[in-house]
T-cell receptor
């Protein structure tokens, strides 16, 4: 059983399109995160939710909108995609200790 | 600012040699510290973690790390590297609700 699962694993799309990435965890964790990993492998926090409430909202363009319908799910919707949005997006969850990561969703904007 | 640094961008070692990857943190609270490994095209896997107690921490795959408060360091070590250890290694800290990651160290292993 996959603990933190993300779909899709790969997205290739044109500039200006809208796309969504879904994340689900079956670990019973309360807190979920979205991280962006750029081409230099640097990991940057984007958002965090605790029990469906937004607790971390870093300086991210408002084209990015997270949604947490319940504590096991955290989705990321991106409007009007730009070239600079190309990256690997990681979902992660925790219950207070370490982070558990999904396998990542590689977004390529053409 | 709360940060985690990894001074070495890329390290190359021969298979069977010992390894030490450096990590320093700069935040004042009791540090929760972690080492993760990322193989190409994969997510991040936890190698080990330090919350409190014994400053020498054992992890998976034969890795260990030592917390040194006086040096604000949490260096990762392995006595004998295997070719399969080639990957990107990330040190991370948790000063608050957020996890802060270092820039990563890429490990290459020569046969």
């Amino acid at each position: 059983d996959t603990a933190v699962s993300q779909t899709p694993k790969y997205l290739v799309t044109q500039m200006g399109n809208d796309k969504s990435i879904k994340c689900e965890q079956n670990l019973g964790h309360d807190t979920m995160y979205w991280y962006k990993q750029d081409s230099k492998k640097f990991l940057k926090i984007m958002f965090s939710y605790n029990n469906k409430e937004l607790i971390i909202n870093e300086t991210v363009p408002n084209r990015f909108s997270p949604k947490s319908p319940d504590k096991a799910h955290l989705n990321l919707h991106i409007n009007s995609l730009e070239l600079g949005d190309s990256a690997v997006y990681f979902c992660a969850s925790t219950v207070g200790g370490e982070l558990f990561f999904g396998e990542g969703s590689r977004l390529t904007v053409l | 600012a709360q940060s985690v640094t990894q001074p070495d961008i890329h390290i190359t070692v021969s298979e069977g040699a010992s390894l030490e990857l450096r990590c320093n943190y700069s935040y004042g609270a009791t540090p929760y510290l972690f080492w993760y490994v990322q193989s190409p095209g994969q997510g991040l896997q936890l190698l080990l973690k330090y919350f409190s107690g014994d400053t020498l921490v054992q992890g998976i795959k034969g890795f260990e790390a030592e917390f040194k408060r006086s040096q604000s360091s949490f260096n990762l070590r392995k006595p004998s590297v295997h070719w399969s250890d080639a990957a990107e290694y990330f040190c991370a800290g948790r000063p608050s609700q957020n996890f802060v990651f270092g820039p990563g160290t890429r490990l290459s292993v020569l046969p």
